[in-house]
């Protein structure tokens, strides 16, 4: 219900005057004001809204307010200067009519947004701030090695524009136009190319590196201007564009399937089956196996999308079911606590094997009751207590495993434009053995850098 700031990108000289914060044409001048990465994101106004409500048993102002509040905050909406006509202390009475207004937050557009730093191998806009009538704007992206002894990327940069390789980007200068922009991705067509760019990274103990603009203005005949004599942009200390580099980059989802490092789509002995009506995925689910590898845990027709392994194949990540069904890996309704938007059709479920473990009379046992004879072997997570106050462990997540969890969960969540909140372990919307999920999400939310 806070009021945010109002963004206001003008000024007044006078109340009858207003200056807009725009790039205004000259004539016979081609003026490169600037060029910048930028991202597209969500534009949003205040839309005023109002509706009546009927008094049904009583009661007070204060409580239809409170009602709406109430409101606003199941439906996750962005509301303020919530008010009601009348706006008194008296008692109401049954039938009483009350005008309800408020603002509330929506969708207007896109906008592309100047940003700082990026991921390499992702997609991002190239924006020119160029003021002319004519003439063609050549735009190169370069790296600033500084304290570097070799590069990271080839030079000039490579990047894709949709399925085409290109070092340079070039935009046709109209007098009607003074903002241009083109999406790339920035990563080079070939996998020899990729590959060498990964080692490079590999090379460095922080993993970016910096990039800048080189910019040249070609078919016209009018006088060019750029800010400085160098004709580069964002290579100066204090407008220096990183791009952070993430193993994760070696994965991709397409067609379903997720592709990559120890990546497999077929395991001998696997029943677990997909089913069509797959809806909008709204949640990614952590389970866990209470077994010692993914063999066992897909001898049955129910299971999740994809299995973490460990053992022999400690990283291996199988993909029981293609994205395009959904399984049966959590229920709809029985034993379910909370969260009950979330179903089996609209969320994909992920199983990290391990196994689970109790303590009694201080020795240690694992969740089907076997005693373990050599438990110093045995590398356990935090403690876990359900309602019932028993406190299970769980094994440690392994240094594979984590990574080919991270770089699962960060393609996911790109796939599906969800955020680290949109993650869930499976007790914590059914009832399961305690840290089942908690356990994999404790370890791997820290992870989670490729965001």
């Given at each position: 219900m806070a009021d945010d700031p109002e963004n206001n990108q003008s000024y007044s000289a006078n109340p009858n005057q207003k200056v807009y914060d725009t790039p205004h044409q000259i004539d016979h001048l081609v003026d490169v004001v600037d060029i910048y990465f930028a991202e597209e994101r969500k534009k949003f106004k205040w839309v005023q809204k109002e509706e009546t409500y009927t008094v049904k048993k009583g009661g007070k102002i204060v409580d239809v307010k409170n009602i709406y509040i109430k409101k606003f905050a199941d439906e996750k909406k962005n509301a303020k200067n919530l008010a009601t006509d009348p706006d008194h202390a008296n008692p109401l009475n049954p039938n009483d009519q009350i005008k309800i207004t408020w603002e509330e937050r929506e969708e207007d557009g896109v906008e592309l947004v100047k940003i700082s730093k990026i991921h390499y191998a992702k997609k991002v806009y190239v924006v020119a701030k160029c003021n002319g009538q004519s003439g063609k704007l050549t735009v190169e992206i370069?790296?600033?090695?500084?304290?570097?002894?070799?590069?990271?990327?080839?030079?000039?940069?490579?990047?894709?524009?949709?399925?085409?390789?290109?070092?340079?980007?070039?935009?046709?200068?109209?007098?009607?136009?003074?903002?241009?922009?083109?999406?790339?991705?920035?990563?080079?067509?070939?996998?020899?190319?990729?590959?060498?760019?990964a080692a490079n990274f590999d090379k460095r103990t922080e993993k970016n590196a910096h990039l800048f603009f080189k910019a040249d203005v070609t078919e016209t005949?009018?006088?060019?201007?750029?800010?400085?004599?160098?004709?580069?942009?964002?290579?100066?200390?204090?407008?220096?564009?990183?791009?952070?580099?993430?193993?994760?980059?070696?994965?991709?989802?397409a067609n379903g399937f997720l592709s990559g490092p120890s990546v497999i789509t077929t395991k001998a002995g696997s029943l677990v089956s997909g089913h069509n009506g797959i809806q909008d995925v709204i949640a990614i689910i952590l389970h866990r196996t209470a077994g010692s590898s993914t063999a066992g845990a897909v001898a049955h027709t129910k299971g999740t999308h994809f299995y973490v392994d460990k053992g022999a194949n400690d990283g291996e990540i199988f993909q029981a079911v293609s994205l395009d069904k959904y399984t049966n890996h959590i229920m709809n309704s029985t034993a379910r606590t909370n969260n009950m938007e979330i179903q089996t059709e609209n969320s994909v479920g992920i199983e990290v094997v391990g196994m689970a473990y109790y303590y009694k009379n201080g020795d240690l046992y694992n969740v089907y009751d076997t005693k373990i004879s050599n438990p110093a072997n045995v590398s356990l997570s935090a403690g876990y207590k359900g309602s019932d106050g028993k406190e299970f462990f769980w094994d440690a997540l392994t240094e594979n495993q984590i990574k080919s969890l991270k770089c699962l969960l960060v393609k996911l969540m790109e796939h599906y434009n969800l955020t680290k909140e949109d993650i869930y372990s499976h007790e914590a919307i059914q009832s399961k053995t305690a840290g089942e999920g908690a356990a994999v999400k404790d370890a791997i939310m820290p992870k989670l850098d490729c965001l």
């Amino acid at each position: 219900m806070a009021d945010d700031p109002e963004n206001n990108q003008s000024y007044s000289a006078n109340p009858n005057q207003k200056v807009y914060d725009t790039p205004h044409q000259i004539d016979h001048l081609v003026d490169v004001v600037d060029i910048y990465f930028a991202e597209e994101r969500k534009k949003f106004k205040w839309v005023q809204k109002e509706e009546t409500y009927t008094v049904k048993k009583g009661g007070k102002i204060v409580d239809v307010k409170n009602i709406y509040i109430k409101k606003f905050a199941d439906e996750k909406k962005n509301a303020k200067n919530l008010a009601t006509d009348p706006d008194h202390a008296n008692p109401l009475n049954p039938n009483d009519q009350i005008k309800i207004t408020w603002e509330e937050r929506e969708e207007d557009g896109v906008e592309l947004v100047k940003i700082s730093k990026i991921h390499y191998a992702k997609k991002v806009y190239v924006v020119a701030k160029c003021n002319g009538q004519s003439g063609k704007l050549t735009v190169e992206i370069n790296e600033n090695k500084l304290a570097h002894p070799e590069a990271v990327f080839d030079i000039p940069v490579k990047f894709l524009i949709g399925e085409d390789e290109k070092t340079k980007i070039e935009f046709k200068i109209s007098r009607d136009k003074t903002e241009y922009s083109q999406e790339i991705t920035l990563k080079p067509k070939s996998d020899e190319d990729h590959k060498k760019i990964a080692a490079n990274f590999d090379k460095r103990t922080e993993k970016n590196a910096h990039l800048f603009f080189k910019a040249d203005v070609t078919e016209t005949q009018d006088e060019i201007k750029f800010p400085d004599a160098t004709k580069e942009f964002l290579n100066q200390e204090t407008t220096r564009f990183q791009v952070s580099y993430c193993g994760c980059a070696e994965y991709a989802i397409a067609n379903g399937f997720l592709s990559g490092p120890s990546v497999i789509t077929t395991k001998a002995g696997s029943l677990v089956s997909g089913h069509n009506g797959i809806q909008d995925v709204i949640a990614i689910i952590l389970h866990r196996t209470a077994g010692s590898s993914t063999a066992g845990a897909v001898a049955h027709t129910k299971g999740t999308h994809f299995y973490v392994d460990k053992g022999a194949n400690d990283g291996e990540i199988f993909q029981a079911v293609s994205l395009d069904k959904y399984t049966n890996h959590i229920m709809n309704s029985t034993a379910r606590t909370n969260n009950m938007e979330i179903q089996t059709e609209n969320s994909v479920g992920i199983e990290v094997v391990g196994m689970a473990y109790y303590y009694k009379n201080g020795d240690l046992y694992n969740v089907y009751d076997t005693k373990i004879s050599n438990p110093a072997n045995v590398s356990l997570s935090a403690g876990y207590k359900g309602s019932d106050g028993k406190e299970f462990f769980w094994d440690a997540l392994t240094e594979n495993q984590i990574k080919s969890l991270k770089c699962l969960l960060v393609k996911l969540m790109e796939h599906y434009n969800l955020t680290k909140e949109d993650i869930y372990s499976h007790e914590a919307i059914q009832s399961k053995t305690a840290g089942e999920g908690a356990a994999v999400k404790d370890a791997i939310m820290p992870k989670l850098d490729c965001l």
